[in-house]
C-alpha cells in the first residue's frame, strides 16, 4: 500500500484521481505480471510495475466519463502502453537479436516463396547456415524481441484522439495479421491462441501440447516469424486507399 500511496499522491489534483489509482493498483500488477510471463528473465517485474503506475497515474488524470468505455478499459491500454514504452527505453533487445529476427523472417519467407508450402525448421536452419540447436535459440529470442512490436501495435489502435485514416489502417492490418494467423501450421495456430486469446503461459502451453516449455517457445518464435515474414508485403506496401 505504501508503494501505491507513493505513487497516487501526484495524481489527486484530478477529480477522483487518487480514488481511481488506489482502485485500480491491482489492475498495474495484473498486465505486469501477464507480460512478463512473456518477456526474458532479464526483465524485472518491478521495473514494469513502476511504469505500469506511470502509466495509470495519466490514465486517471486524463479519463473523463463520456469516453464511451470503462476506466478499467481505458486504464489498460495506458498501463500497457507505458511498461511497452519502458521496455523500449530499457532496451532489452540487443540490436543483434532483431537483426538475427528479421534474418530468420526473410529465410522464411524466400523458402515460402521457392516451395509454396509452409517453411520446415530444418529448412530455415539450412538456408541461414545454422544448426537447428542454434536455430531453436534464434526463434527464442525472436518471440520476446517481436513482442514488444505487437503490443505495441495493439496500443497504437487505441490512441486519445482517433484519427481516421490511421484507424483504417490499423482495421486493414488487422485484417490482413488475422488472416495470416488462420493460415498458420496447426500447431502454430494453436500455439498463438493459446497465448494471446487464452491468456497461457508457455509452460502451460506446453502441457497442453505435451511438449516442453522450451518447445512451446520455439513454436511460438517460429509462428511470429512466420507472420512477420508473411505480411512484409503489406507492411512494405504504399498506403492504401479506404
Not at 496500443?155 to 488487422?174: G, I, K, L, S, T
Not at 512451446?216 to 512484409?232: F, I, K, P, S, V
Request: glycine share 6%; charged share 30%.
Amino acid at each position: 500500500m505504501n508503494a501505491v500511496n507513493r505513487y497516487a499522491a501526484p495524481a489527486a489534483a484530478g477529480a477522483g484521481g487518487e480514488e481511481l489509482i488506489l482502485r485500480h493498483a491491482e489492475l498495474v500488477k495484473r498486465i505486469a505480471y501477464h507480460l512478463a510471463g512473456r518477456l526474458p528473465p532479464s526483465v524485472a517485474v518491478d521495473d514494469l510495475i513502476q511504469a505500469g503506475m506511470l502509466g495509470l497515474m495519466e490514465a486517471a488524470a486524463n479519463w473523463s466519463m463520456n469516453r464511451g468505455a470503462s476506466f478499467e478499459t481505458y486504464a489498460g491500454i495506458r498501463i500497457r502502453g507505458a511498461m511497452i514504452d519502458a521496455l523500449r527505453k530499457l532496451d532489452w533487445a540487443p540490436r543483434s537479436v532483431h537483426r538475427r529476427a528479421r534474418a530468420v523472417a526473410a529465410a522464411v519467407r524466400a523458402i515460402e516463396q521457392r516451395s509454396g508450402r509452409d517453411a520446415r525448421d530444418t529448412e530455415v536452419a539450412d538456408e541461414l547456415g545454422l544448426s537447428l540447436e542454434d536455430y531453436h535459440r534464434v526463434l527464442q529470442d525472436a518471440a520476446c524481441c517481436q513482442l514488444a512490436s505487437l503490443e505495441e501495435a495493439s496500443d497504437d489502435a487505441a490512441v486519445e484522439d482517433a484519427d481516421p485514416f490511421r484507424d483504417a489502417a490499423d482495421a486493414q492490418f488487422r485484417e490482413a495479421l488475422s488472416e495470416a494467423i488462420a493460415q498458420l501450421p496447426d500447431r502454430e495456430r494453436l500455439v498463438m491462441s493459446l497465448y494471446y486469446s487464452d491468456g497461457l503461459n508457455l509452460k502451460e502451453i506446453g502441457a497442453v501440447l505435451e511438449v516442453s516449455e522450451s518447445r512451446a517457445c520455439q513454436l511460438h518464435g517460429q509462428a511470429l516469424t512466420r507472420l512477420r515474414a508473411r505480411l512484409t508485403d503489406w507492411r512494405d506496401a504504399p498506403a492504401r486507399s479506404g
